[in-house]
Nanobody, 130 residues
Framework: VQLQASGGGLVQAGGSLRLSCAASGRLFSSGTMGWFRQAPGKEREFVAA????????????YYADSVKGRFTISRDITKNTVFLQMNNLKPEETAVYYCAADRRRLTTGTMYRRSEYDYWGQGTLVTVSS
């Protein structure tokens, strides 16, 4: 599985961006895809994730407390793509955003752990100016 993240850029505080993560290769009918971010000098941290089983409407999403109510993760089955809509961005959210995937349907107890994900994209830079 290859992951290609895109959509980063420069935005003013309070603005919005929409990140995309396109999956290709040997895809899986069930699994989890997530977004993490890493600011300069800091560890990579969990942002949001979405998990599903088969083609049923079974999506479950999970968010870090810091982004709840502002970020929305969603999935387009036909395009094998996961999106992260980010609204009301803050300067401290400047970071490289990475998408990740795993073939398992992770639970809310494990979605936030970097070690649970087997596949990673190359990252896309988001810069929020004050």
């Amino acid at each position: 599985v290859q992951l290609q993240a895109s959509g980063g850029g420069l935005v003013q505080a309070g603005g919005s961006l929409r990140l995309s993560c396109a999956a290709s290769g040997r895809l899986f009918s069930s699994g989890t895809m997530g977004w993490f971010r890493q600011a300069p000098g800091k560890e990579r941290e969990f942002v949001a994730a979405i998990s599903w089983i088969g083609s049923w409407n079974s999506d479950t999403s999970y968010y870090a407390d810091s982004v709840k109510g502002r970020f929305t993760i969603s999935r387009d089955i036909t395009k094998n793509t996961v999106f992260l809509q980010m609204n009301n961005l803050k300067p401290e959210e400047t970071a490289v955003y990475y998408c990740a995937a795993d073939r398992r349907r992770l639970t809310t107890g494990t979605m936030y752990r970097r070690s649970e994900y087997d596949y990673w994209g190359q990252g896309t830079l988001v810069t929020v100016s004050s």
